[in-house]
């Protein structure tokens, strides 16, 4: 098997709660997504996708992405799609970086890969170990009746575990945490997620002012160093997302940081392969895992279902379905969810079929 050509495709996500609000002002109605269709010598598809949450969040954006994507494919026309370590080897000596562009192509390998063999992603990981698990779902920073709110609809849907947008003014934000831990549901699990947004004289105001609740502490600051010097100011159990970027972060995330678990994003890292290897090693660590992307639609999701499913489930916090959270999709037979749980498809690869007609004509192609 060759990979012959490779199909960009752009589309919008619209967010199906109006507005989505993180801290520091970042805010958004729609997201952009990029979407890769790679093809075989045998005419066998495969379908990656990333959507970066503007050019805020990571050090990446669209139009950036995009432009990777079209370097990095040109590389791989002749190349076997299923040799995904060759694959690695030739991007990365491509481009340094751009791990949002390699994560779409990673994708679509593992798509073909798994459709070559008739072995759903998941099986190709060594194995489906949880047929389904938990769900959680991100509260647009708000006021604190509206944070309190938006918990209790979902909430109705099943939803047990909610990461809350906070990042701006301590004091406030610890009145938002503490407005929702109260109302929530008993066995809610409640995320602070400051997204780095506090500085460190912030975060350790906002830290102090949650003290004693049943909450997680979620990213306070930008940097893993001032993380770890907050977490030794308080008692509340801390999550780390941006900061873990490689191996040597899991080992520091817990021994420097105090961290207990982690989040790993597909565009983040670069993929199904590397987040495959960080959760492997974070679990082996004992540090608890949150599997996801930046943003993203069906494909996103079934990526992250793969992944989720063959994840260890008792160290396993939760994922996020993007295809709940948007109002498009591409596929004809999308990732599905059932009271606040996930549940991967079990066809090969990523086990979905993409209707092309949804995605109107390609932004480029390379051959």
């Known amino acids: 098997m060759k990979i012959k050509m490779c199909d960009v495709y752009a589309y919008t996500l619209s967010y199906v709660h109006g507005e989505y609000v993180m801290s520091g002002g970042r805010t958004a109605t729609m997201q952009l997504s990029t979407v890769i269709r790679l093809v075989a010598d045998n005419e066998m598809e495969g379908w990656g996708e990333v959507s970066t949450l503007a050019g805020t969040y990571l050090p990446s954006f669209t139009g950036g992405t ?5 370097e990095l494919a040109e590389g791989l026309i ?3 799609p299923r040799n995904i370590s060759r694959i690695r080897q030739i991007m990365d ?8 562009a390699k994560s779409a192509i990673d994708m679509a390998c593992w798509d073909l890969f798994g459709k070559s063999v008739n072995l759903s992603i998941a099986e190709l990981l060594g194995g489906v170990l949880q047929e389904s698990f938990p769900l959680y779902e991100a509260v647009p920073l708000g006021s604190p009746a509206a944070m309190v709110d938006f918990v209790a609809r979902r909430s109705a849907a099943g939803i047990r575990t909610f990461q809350l947008k906070v990042g701006n003014d301590p004091y406030e934000d610890a009145d938002r945490v503490k407005e929702v831990a109260a109302a929530a549901k008993p066995g809610t699990t409640v ?3 400051s997204n780095g947004g506090w500085t460190l004289q912030k975060a350790l105001i906002a830290v102090r002012e949650m003290a004693g609740l049943d909450v997680y502490v979620e990213q306070p600051c930008r940097d893993q160093e001032d993380c770890a010097l907050v977490k030794a100011t308080t008692t509340l159990p801390m999550v780390l997302d941006e900061s873990v970027v490689g191996v040597a972060d899991l080992y520091h995330a817990k021994y420097r940081a105090g961290a207990g678990s982690v989040n790993l994003k597909l565009s983040r890292l670069g993929g199904i392969t590397p987040l495959a290897t960080m959760r492997d090693l974070a679990q082996s660590l004992g540090l608890s895992v949150t599997i996801e992307d930046t943003w993203g639609g069906d494909i996103t999701t079934s990526a992250t279902a793969q992944l989720a499913a063959s994840s ?3 160290l396993m916090l939760s994922t996020s379905f993007f295809n709940t959270w948007t109002n498009e999709h591409i596929a004809r037979d999308p990732p599905r969810s059932v009271d606040g749980r996930g549940i991967a498809p079990t066809g090969a690869g990523l086990g979905i079929d993409v209707d092309m007609s949804r995605l109107g004509p390609p932004l480029f192609s390379v051959r």
Do not use: T
């Not at 995009?66 to 079209?70: C, D, E, K, L, S």
């Open 78 to 80: 002749g190349l076997d």
């Open 66 to 70: 995009r432009a990777a994507i079209q």
């Open 93 to 100: 000596g491509r481009l340094l970086g751009q791990q949002s």
């Open 191 to 193: 995320i602070a997620d």
């Open 312 to 314: 260890r489930p008792e």
